[in-house]
């Protein structure tokens, strides 16, 4: 009896409104398997009313605090590529940590970059839905794709190079937006490294944007864009709904969820352009 009126007065220590938006988006990352990024920061904006800025902050500590678990199940099972991610992070690392420098000057020149944050998050999520519905014939074509093609040619010899700047390109926008570092990140990971399979494309991705996340979080928490409350309300309804939707999910066709959700990611997109 103790313990279950600690686990209640533990839940009722913060916000119901961030539990819900937790445990909303919490389900709808365990039903679909869209990475919370793409969810989180559009549904905190355009559903509760959350300063960009607040809810970009807080979103990425979020997703570095719920991935870590992915991190050491996919190295338990061998399936990160620690050289890969390293090569992600020569490039997202830096260019997080500069975007982040910028931010903060162009707060401290007191411009408003609310309205860049929106604008880029639009086209993230813009992009995110059209990866989610062409993932089948991605796949498809990433698994059969050979030859001697002057194409593949290069690819091969600047593969190093184009995943650097690859990492380049996600740490600022993961930065600025919260966005890129799942559906995206992994699209390209499957185009520049067709042969590996594609459960090891996923541990990599995640092992990489757990520091990503994290060190764009961590710049965001230190010109005060982190909302404490928030996160931890986030946490505590999230993490139990990300299980509830995974058991829901399993009897949903995949199809469905996968086309309910590209559409949904494409209307948020677009409604935040406007």
């Not at 067709?194 to 944007?209: E, F, L, Y």
């Amino acid at each position: 009896m103790e313990i279950l009126e600690r686990v209640i007065s533990f839940f009722l220590s913060f916000e119901l409104i961030h539990i819900a938006a937790g445990s909303l988006v919490g389900f709808v990352i365990g039903l679909t398997g869209v990475g919370g990024g793409s969810l989180m920061t559009p549904i905190l904006v355009l559903g509760f009313g959350i300063a960009p800025a607040i809810a970009v902050g807080t979103d990425l500590l979020y997703a570095a605090l719920t991935k870590c678990s992915g991190v050491f199940f996919h190295h338990r099972n061998k399936t990160v590529d620690w050289h890969v991610v390293g090569l992600l992070a020569m490039g997202s690392v830096p260019s997080s940590l500069i975007t982040v420098a910028l931010l903060e000057q162009v707060k401290t020149a007191g411009f408003n970059s609310d309205r860049l944050m929106m604008l880029t998050l639009s086209i993230m999520l813009v992009l995110t839905s059209i990866i989610i519905l062409i993932k089948g014939r991605l796949l498809t074509y990433v698994s059969h794709r050979h030859g001697n093609s002057t194409l593949v040619n290069l690819l091969k010899t600047y593969r190093p190079h184009i995943t650097v700047f690859s990492g380049v390109a996600l740490g600022i926008l993961v930065t600025i937006s919260s966005v890129g570092a799942g559906a995206i990140g992994s699209a390209i990971l499957f185009l520049l490294y067709p042969r590996k399979k594609p459960v090891a494309i996923v541990g990599t991705d995640i092992a990489h944007a757990v520091p990503l996340t994290a060190i764009a979080g961590m710049g965001h928490l230190h010109f005060g864009s982190v909302d404490y409350d928030l996160l931890f309300g986030l946490l505590a309804g999230g993490i139990p709904a990300i299980y509830l939707g995974s058991l829901v999910g399993r009897y949903i066709p995949d199809n469905w969820l996968r086309i309910s959700i590209a559409i949904l990611l494409f209307a948020m997109g677009v409604k935040l352009a406007l």
